[in-house]
């Protein structure tokens, strides 16, 4: 897909990257934000999605401020695992993968999705999307051996839907796509707005 306005997308996700191609979308240049991405006190995991992915945005378009070149659209998103009030962390370790696998055997959960989009004349758009997902009741083999997979680092909640995981996910109430890291209607509506696609 020929885009009239260049995109940069904010991301250090190669499955953000992936999903775009998935639309036919290929971003002009892909620039990893840096940012905190502590949760606030007291900050609600709907909340905190929505942010991060404007602050990714923000960031990525301050630092282009002085370059060269034609103005290009940023689009951002962060994904929130999140049982009730509790945002289940990425998973950096075994041990934390571990503890996010056991919170949500035989529940469900959320997964929010907050896409942010600031286009060439510094206009910001944002979009959340939650998806309900259900996880069927896991034993210790079943934990022990994702674990080793390793299809779990740098996850949120610990897994990856689109991997393994999806053996342990009998259905989910909403967007796949926002569950592997970018809810792809609600993004094409966000790069029409912005001119990147027609």
Same mark, same amino acid.
């Given at each position: ?23 036919? &979308? ?8 840096? %940012? *905190? ?9 709907? *909340?905190?999605?929505? #942010? ?6 923000r960031a990525v378009v301050s630092a282009r401020r002085d370059r060269d ?8 998103? *962060?994904?929130? &695992? ?23 055997s035989g529940r469900r959960h959320r997964v929010f999705g907050g896409v942010?989009? %600031?286009?060439?004349?510094? $206009?910001? #758009?944002?979009?959340?999307? @939650? ?5 069927? #009741? ?12 390793? *299809?779990? @680092? ?7 839907? @689109? $991997? ?35």
């Amino acid at each position: 897909m020929t885009a009239n306005t260049p995109l940069v997308l904010a991301s250090s996700s190669p499955r953000r990257l992936d999903l775009l191609r998935q639309i036919g &979308v290929v971003p002009a240049e892909v620039v990893s934000p840096d %940012i *905190d991405e502590t949760p606030g006190v007291r900050e609600l995991p709907r *909340d905190h999605a929505l #942010r991060l992915a404007l602050e990714k945005a923000r960031a990525v378009v301050s630092a282009r401020r002085d370059r060269d070149g034609p103005p290009s659209a940023v689009l951002a998103a *962060d994904t929130v &695992v999140a049982m009730g009030r509790r945002i289940l962390p990425k998973a950096d370790d075994a041990l934390t993968a571990r503890q996010c696998l056991e919170r949500l055997s035989g529940r469900r959960h959320r997964v929010f999705g907050g896409v942010a989009l %600031i286009g060439v004349n510094g $206009g910001e #758009r944002t979009k959340l999307v @939650q998806t309900i997902v259900h996880v069927r #009741r896991l034993d210790r083999g079943d934990i022990d051996r994702y674990i080793e997979a390793g *299809d779990w @680092q740098g996850k949120a909640g610990g897994y990856a839907i @689109q $991997g393994a995981a999806a053996a342990f996910v009998p259905r989910i109430n909403g967007s796949y796509s926002n569950v592997v890291g970018l809810p792809l209607f609600e993004t094409a509506g966000l790069l029409r707005w912005a001119g990147v696609v027609p």
